[in-house]
C-alpha cells in the first residue's frame, strides 16, 4: 500500500547573521543553507500493518509523514500511496488517506462536533448510511456520544483529541497518518486512543504510521519499529528485534529469601556489574554470552528466592539509539 524508494528531501534554510548589521546585510544579499531533512529513505508498508516512526526532534518524522500524505514534495526519489503519487494530490487518492496531527486541529471551534462532522460528510461525499453507521460506530467506540452537540472548545483536551479521531476516519481511509495522537493528554485519555486504534485496526485494517515521542504509543500499538537518525533510516525491523541489535546485554533481576543484601557483594567484572540494589532486589547487567555464568555466581553466592532473565527497557534502547551523534 505504501512504497518508498530513495526519498531525499532538502530545504533552503535561510543563515541568520548576527546584530543589527547582519540583520540589514540580509535584506538585500540573503545567504542561504541547505538541510538535508531526509537521505535515501527506504520503506514498505502492508494493508493492516501499524508502524511506528522512532527518531529524535529534527530526525525527519514529519517531514517523511507530510510527503506520504503529499503536503510537500520530496527533492528526489519515488513514493507510491495507494498507487498514487501522493504529491499529485488526487481527489481519489486524498478521499482515501487521512492525516491526524497532535499539534493541529482540523474542526471548527466555534461547531459542535456533529456540526462540523455534517460538513466533512460532504467534503467527502460519504453515503448517508454509511455516514451514519461509521459515526455511531466512532462515537461509541471512543465514548464521546454525549458530547456530540458540544461546542469543540468547550471539550476536553481528550475529548477534542477523540473527535479528531472521529472526523479523520469518518470516510473509511484506507491509510492513515498518526503524527503525535496523544501528546499532551492525561494517561488515561492515551490508554483510551490507545486502545481505540487497536480495535480500529482490527475491525477497518488500515495501513497506518504512528509518530509519538511517548515510546509507550509505540510499544504498544506497533510490532515494527522504523527509527529516523539525520534523516536516515538505522533501522527498520519488528520491536523486539530492536534489543538483539542494539544492545550485547541483559538484566538478570533477583529477589532474595531474607530481603538482607550483603554487603560485600560483588559481581566479577567480566561477568557483569550490579546496577540496582535496594529492599531485597538486585538488577545485574550481563553480557549475553555470560548470562548462564553470571546467574551461577549470583545461585551460589546470594540466598535467592527468584530469579528472572529479561531485555533492558525498549524505551531507554531507542532513547540511547535516536539520541546517539
Not at 459542535?112 to 460538513?119: H, I, K, S, V, Y
Not at 475491525?203 to 529516523?228: F, G, N, W
Not at 554487603?263 to 567484572?269: G, K, L, S, Y
Not at 527497557?313 to 531507542?318: F, P, Q
Request: some cysteine; charged content about 25%; glycine content about 6%.
Amino acid at each position: 500500500m505504501i512504497e518508498v524508494q530513495n526519498i531525499n528531501k532538502v530545504f533552503r534554510v535561510h543563515k541568520k547573521e548576527p546584530g543589527l548589521a547582519g540583520s540589514i546585510k540580509s535584506l538585500f544579499a540573503r545567504q542561504w543553507i541547505e538541510k538535508k531533512a531526509l537521505v535515501d529513505v527506504s520503506l514498505s508498508i502492508g494493508e493492516g500493518e501499524i508502524v511506528g516512526l522512532a527518531g529524535a526532534n529534527g530526525a525527519g518524522k514529519t517531514t517523511l509523514v507530510k510527503i506520504l500524505a503529499g503536503i510537500i514534495h520530496p527533492t528526489s526519489g519515488t513514493a507510491k500511496v495507494l498507487g498514487y503519487n501522493p504529491w499529485e494530490r488526487q481527489n481519489e487518492f486524498r478521499r482515501q488517506i487521512a492525516l491526524i496531527m497532535g499539534q493541529k486541529a482540523q474542526l471548527w471551534w466555534d461547531l459542535p462536533a456533529e456540526d462540523c462532522f455534517l460538513l466533512l460528510k460532504e467534503i467527502y461525499q460519504i453515503p448517508e448510511r454509511q455516514y451514519n453507521e461509521n459515526l455511531r460506530f466512532l462515537a461509541e467506540t471512543l465514548g464521546v456520544k454525549d458530547q456530540m452537540n458540544i461546542q469543540i472548545r468547550r471539550l476536553s483536551l481528550g475529548e477534542r483529541m477523540k473527535m479528531e479521531l472521529i472526523a479523520a476516519l469518518l470516510h473509511n481511509p484506507r491509510v492513515v497518518f498518526l503524527d503525535e495522537p496523544t501528546i499532551g493528554l492525561d494517561l488515561t485519555a492515551q490508554r483510551s486512543i490507545r486502545q481505540f486504534l487497536l480495535n480500529y485496526r482490527q475491525k477497518r485494517r488500515p495501513a497506518m504510521i504512528v509518530t509519538s515521542h511517548y515510546m509507550e504509543d509505540i510499544e504498544q500499538l506497533c510490532k515494527r519499529i522504523i527509527i529516523l537518525r539525520h534523516g536516515s533510516v538505522i533501522y527498520d525491523g519488528s520491536l523486539n528485534g530492536v534489543s538483539k541489535d542494539f544492545t550485547s546485554h541483559k538484566i538478570i533481576s533477583v529477589h532474595l529469601k531474607d530481603n538482607n543484601i550483603p554487603v560485600r557483594f560483588r559481581m566479577p567484572e567480566k561477568l557483569g556489574a550490579v546496577i540496582n540494589a535496594d529492599r531485597g532486589s538486585i538488577d545485574v547487567k550481563v553480557h549475553r554470552e555470560s548470562i548462564s555464568e553470571a546467574a551461577s555466581y549470583i545461585l551460589k553466592n546470594l540466598a535467592v528466592s527468584d530469579l528472572t532473565v529479561k531485555e533492558e527497557d525498549i524505551s531507554n534502547i531507542i532513547e540511547a539509539i535516536i539520541r546517539e551523534d
